[in-house]
């Protein structure tokens, strides 16, 4: 995946207003007249459902609030209404089978304002929706609009800033142009970085202080699985996850005070998910990452803010993997929207200026979680310890380390200097029998877990479902529907004669919705 997202703007995805950031609902937007269609529907499909089983096997808070899906052909078709996405993975894999029975390529024109019109329609119907959960307690105020076309990002960025001019825009945080382009001598797994997109001028990418983030993509399933899994970090900007507390580098140490610190304000992103956190996991384990856990961080969602003072430098080589355990975190400079711009700027080159001279000199850092709170003396607080790891990239890695009450006896025997030719001459004919790997990509391997996770999640269905023999429907009759329920009316703008097909193939009453909006 190619980004042309200047960085000096990364700020402006930010709410203008200081009001309670989480997770925003998502708009995909799929325009099928590209004349590579025919490819990009079933990888498109089997991506979309994979990170989607994802998010719906996920124990905690729901990270894909609501999502819509939208059509373009000839006009813009709303193929799956605002749908909680948890707890509705049949509706959304019913959803998926009417995507891949779409008519393929050459059926639909190329060109005119279709997508326009579905960014149109899909922030009214957020809009509406909106109004019309408030008073069942949903906080939820921002939407993202993700486009996938095979049209040029550029034209596709000129149309939304021309038409977008008087549409309402308070609720949208963030628009994706995603320009999927077509690699016909690409294996079907492989991923392959893309040829880079003409750099967009900042007049392409800004309409009235919101992004369009215009990014390209090559037409597989794990590029494609890869961007919609974005969706599932945490998107919460209303401040900083962590403090990372250094010792003060000022040039005179003698006049700088023993107990000032240099803070840099980080923010702390997955890595890995969590097996444990997936519903029905193999391992039969269900349960929250505890955050209050003195020998555990979150990454998601946060809700604390961490602090971790670097208290020794240790060399490279110098730290053995068997005592690093738990899942590794990225550490990245804060996008927290509430900074002034100059010190997001100063902290973000500070971090920057660290990673370097980790780097530089091959070092780690070893660091203490401090305590949250200031706690009453008589109470003890176990402090919790992390090695800090630096990249090739502006991040760092975090990663919990042993301490001397959890670190278990053991005896290293010294590694014998020769071995006889009939023990050493096997193990080498099998070493040498053994394909070898430059590098480990985890993209090569698979373990069955989306299968096993849409099995568990359609488990719940099928007891529904279960009836007497004699009042099961005959065999020519469908056991499911193939078409997702509205739960929220159409517009008058996005209403069409196939819409009203889809609805009342469906089972769904337009009218009936349209009084519970009114």
Known sequence: MNSRKLLSETRRTFPATKVRCQQPSRILIVDVTSPSWTNTCSVLSEALENTLCLACSLTGPCRIPLL????????????????QVKENFARIQACMSELRSLPR????????????????????QFKQYSRHTTAGGSTNNSVEITILTGQSS?????????????????????IEVIEVLKRDFLEPEEVEQCMPAEEPSISDIAILGMDIDVQTIEDNVISLEMLFKTWLHDYGTEREHLHLLLPSGGFSDASAPRATLMCLKCDLQERLLDPTLLSGAVDGSVRATDVTSPCQMAAWPATALYKLRV????????VCESVLYGLPFIIKPTSCWQLDWDELEINQHSFHALCHSLLKRKWMLLARREPQNTSPSWNIVVHSHYVIVPSDSATLLVKAVAIRE???????????????????????????SLEVEVAYNPLHLKSNLYKYLKS???????????????QRPERHQPKHQSKAKATVAPLLMASSPVQAH?????????????????
């Open 502 to 518: 889809r609805l009342a193939a469906a089972g769904t009453d337009p009218k009936e919705y349209e009084g519970l909006l009114q």
């Open 456 to 470: 568990v999640l359609y488990k719940p269905l099928h007891r529904q479902q279960a009836q007497p023999r004699d």
């Open 105 to 124: 390529e050459g059926c639909f024109p190329q060109g005119g304002s279709g997508v326009v019109q579905a960014v149109q329609d899909g922030l009214q």
């Open 311 to 318: 208290i020794k430098a240790l060399k490279s080589e110098g």
């Open 406 to 432: 959890l670190l278990m006896p053991s005896t290293f025997p010294a590694l014998l200097a020769e071995h006889a030719e009939r023990v050493s001459g096997p193990i080498e004919g099998a070493l040498n």
């Open 154 to 174: 550029k034209e596709m960025v000129k149309q939304l800033e021309i038409k977008l001019k008087d549409v309402d825009l308070v609720s949208l945080r963030r």
């Open 68 to 83: 819509s899906l939208y059509l373009v052909q000839n006009h813009q078709e709303c193929l799956l209404p605002f749908t």
